[in-house]
């Protein structure tokens, strides 16, 4: 048992110790919501122009929105671009900002979302899970460390042939399964609460037809996180860099002295990148990094495309002035060719954001909390919709759904941990109004 397993052992001990940290009435229809919606096929496509990427998104999409008005939401919709909006009133008179809450509705591309078929491991009592729809597919406890935590609890995986996707239709659930609890139950003071689901997450466009105009909220989150308790407030600031070079061309029978070829040109560049630091395999933590993403060339011209990633801005000037010598020290050589070098900024650290207005990460923590789990912060090394988000002017932390091994046939999600998601949307949603004045 690894010392995290411990702290998290001894957690949920304390949940039952103190079970009024957890009391509310929450009649848990979470995990059924859970099985109806990943049976329904929403797997994005990178490759497509459209958006949303893939129609059939918008058939949950569809579902979602009628649920919603049929809770009494009358708001509730799906727009021509796949996204569902919906509103929440207010149940008190306080002036409480308003929060929403986001999840995805697509599954990633990597592994088939087709035919679905979700079997829940009742009250689980340790060991491998093997999956009944190929054999080769175990779920093992060396590997899933997080298992020796679910004792008892309500296991969802796949037959094994499928990913699951509760990479994000947990927190899709988790969020309407919130809204339904509050809606029925509007003697819990809360301020307004935006609900937004977004397709194509996963292919990096999740924000990019979301109108936050018309969502109308002063901050939001996310419910994508993995490990129940988890609260992610930190994500890499990210650029993109474009190399373009112009080289010479000339006939290769009579090149001698003349030629400048481009590809050569391009290979160098690369060829000089650090090789022992500042690449993704050689980096973890806090470190960024350089990451050649694309190259393409004939003789005359050749692009390449590269990310920079780092945690500070300043660790991005720096990578980007690497790069700058680097390819000055190339291109000495090449005295008649050109190059532009174009760096363009993608997302920012939700960081730098979210330290102006503190009460929304910690507010979450305290519903985290009292929800009865131990809050544990932690930084994402990439971006999700929230870092994009809190960019656009909407600062956005990452909660926990509480599903596992994503975008793979292994992937799991426990009934327990969603519950758990869920508390921290309503006590999250009544620690704002607590505060407002
Ligand atoms: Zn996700």
Redesign the pocket.
């Known amino acids: 048992m690894s010392a995290r397993t411990r702290v998290e052992a001894r957690t949920r001990r304390s949940i039952a110790r103190y079970p009024s940290v957890t009391s509310l009435p929450i009649n848990h229809t979470v995990l059924e919501r859970f099985l109806r919606y990943v049976v329904i096929d929403t797997q994005s496509d990178p490759t497509s122009p459209t958006c949303p990427s893939t129609e059939k998104q918008k058939d949950l999409g569809r579902v979602l929105a009628s649920e919603l008005r049929d809770m009494g939401l009358k708001d509730a919709h799906l727009d021509e671009h796949g996204y569902v909006y919906a509103t929440i009133p207010a149940t008190t008179s306080k002036k409480v900002p308003v929060i929403c809450f986001c999840?995805?509705m697509d599954t990633?591309p990597d592994c088939s979302g087709k035919n679905v078929k979700p079997q829940v491991v009742k009250n689980y009592q340790g060991g491998d899970i093997a999956l009944p729809g190929d054999k080769a597919q175990i779920i093992r406890v060396s590997e899933h460390p997080e298992l020796a935590n679910q004792i008892g609890n309500d296991i969802v995986t796949t037959d094994g042939t499928t990913l699951l996707g509760a990479?994000?239709k947990a927190?899709v659930a988790e969020i309407m399964d919130a809204a339904k609890f509050l809606i029925d139950n509007p003697q819990i003071k809360h301020g307004t609460i935006k609900i937004l689901f977004t397709p194509d997450?996963?292919i990096g466009r999740g924000v990019d037809k979301a109108d936050l105009k018309k969502l109308g909220a002063d901050f939001a989150y996310?419910l994508?996180g993995s490990t129940a308790g988890q609260l992610e407030d930190e994500t890499f600031s990210a650029d993109g860099a474009t190399i373009v070079i112009q080289g010479v061309s000339t006939h290769p029978g009579t090149a001698k002295g003349k030629m400048e070829h481009a590809i050569k040109i391009a290979s160098r560049i690369i060829d000089a990148l650090p090789k022992d630091t500042c690449s993704p395999e050689t980096t973890e933590g806090r470190e960024g990094f350089v990451h050649p993403t694309g190259i393409s060339g004939a003789l005359e011209n050749a692009t390449v495309q590269l990310i920079v990633r780092d945690f500070t801005e300043q660790g991005l000037r720096q990578k980007a002035a690497m790069l700058q010598d680097i390819i000055d020290g190339v291109m000495k050589d090449y005295p008649r060719s050109t190059y532009t070098l174009t760096i363009k900024e993608q997302y920012r650290n939700m960081k730098q954001v979210l330290d102006d207005h503190p009460a929304i990460v910690d507010n979450a923590a305290e519903a985290i909390r009292r929800a009865g789990l131990k809050p544990v912060r932690s930084r994402i090394r990439g971006g999700?919709?929230g870092s994009r988000l809190t960019s656009l002017g909407l600062p956005c932390p990452n909660i926990f759904?509480g599903?596992h091994a994503?975008h793979s046939r292994l992937e799991w999600v426990s009934a327990q941990d969603m519950q758990a998601a869920v508390r921290t949307i309503v006590h999250l949603a009544m620690i704002f109004e607590e505060q407002a004045a």
């Open positions: 999840s995805h990633a990479d994000d927190g997450e996963e996310t994508d999700t919709d759904a599903g994503f």
